[in-house]
């Protein structure tokens, strides 16, 4: 086999002789260092697993931890050729191995933020069936606005599970209805305002164009919600939320920002994570979900679009969401 035939394969391949390698394609070079050239495989690798199974003299198939750490996972296949010598396949399964686990995580996390309010309305629901306690008009007053907020809570997080839900099946697809965003951001200030007659911080709109782009009105809609209502959630009390909607290159600019504490910086990577809260108890005391920011990053995925957060400690936090204009 020869070093052009290997180096034409994308995934790393490296042919053994024994344990010892005789030929490295280029990507086996990249991945493993040069010096894998003649060496025993077994030492390149340093994984049991792949050190068993290259003892072993069969074929076969093995998964283990690659050199880029633990979540990197490498699948390595291990056949036999004509000449005795034996052909070693290895694929990055990085990326299932993350789907895998965020899968996972992903279920955990929604059984948790659901057992959470139904454990706090079966206990009330024990203490109000208690004479002594049901029969204090203050007491179960008190108790069952908790139950009522509670159930509230699993109503809005089942929401959002279903809207993320079909907003990922439908990623593929390019929205086309026109949207003026300038007439959207209004509609979607007029209905915050009011909503359930509740008092919110000041709410500030900068239209500086009025651009149109391709998209679902419906999910654009609440991508702009989300965004508010995080701005609020987490702005300083009594702030102001500013919504500024401008062009440039092409791209229709909306940010929404707040005056709040900030974010500090080993945060911002993973805000658009299922789940993921800064702060997780000021999170759950105002009703979050912690899906909010991951819906509106599939929004702006599925408009082949781009977003952007920033933030400064002590000033606050800015979202910006780019989107193709139509020409």
């Not at 819906?295 to 780019?322: A, F, M, N």
Request: aromatic fraction near 4%; charge should be negative.
């Amino acid at each position: 086999m020869s070093d052009a035939l290997l180096d034409a394969v994308a995934d790393p391949l490296i042919v053994l002789d024994g344990t010892r390698v005789v030929l490295a394609n280029t990507a086996a070079r990249t991945m493993f260092g040069a010096h894998i050239a003649n060496s025993d495989i077994r030492l390149t690798l340093r994984q049991p697993e792949a050190a068993a199974l290259i003892a072993a003299s069969a074929d076969g198939l093995v998964e283990f931890s690659g050199p880029g750490g633990a979540d990197q996972r490498l699948e390595m296949r291990i056949s036999a050729t004509i000449d005795g010598r034996r052909v070693v396949q290895i694929v990055d399964r990085s990326a299932r191995h993350l789907a895998d686990r965020l899968r996972t995580d992903f279920v955990a996390n929604a059984s948790h933020e659901l057992r959470t309010p139904l454990a706090a309305i079966r206990g009330f629901i024990e203490t109000l069936e208690d004479d002594h306690a049901g029969g204090d008009p203050a007491i179960r007053a008190r108790f069952l606005k908790i139950m009522g907020d509670e159930a509230q809570r699993m109503e809005r997080l089942i929401e959002e599970l279903l809207s993320l839900s079909r907003i990922e099946a439908d990623r593929f697809i390019l929205p086309d209805a026109q949207i003026a965003l300038a007439d959207l951001i209004a509609d979607v200030a007029a209905e915050t305002v009011s909503q359930d007659g509740r008092s919110f911080a000041a709410l500030n709109l900068a239209i500086e164009s009025e651009p149109t782009v391709r998209g679902d009105r419906a999910q654009l809609s609440q991508l702009l919600h989300n965004l508010i209502d995080n701005a609020r959630r987490y702005g300083d009390p009594g702030s102001a939320v500013t919504v500024r909607l401008w062009v440039a290159q092409d791209m229709a600019m909306l940010s929404v920002a707040d005056q709040g504490p900030g974010i500090t910086p080993q945060h911002l990577p993973r805000l658009t994570e299922r789940f993921y809260r800064v702060d997780d108890a000021r999170g759950r005391a105002s009703g979050g979900t912690g899906l909010g920011l991951a819906i509106v990053k599939h929004i702006v995925d599925r408009h082949r679009g781009r977003l952007d957060i920033r933030s400064q400690s002590g000033v606050g936090t800015t979202v910006i969401v780019e989107l193709p204009v139509i020409q």
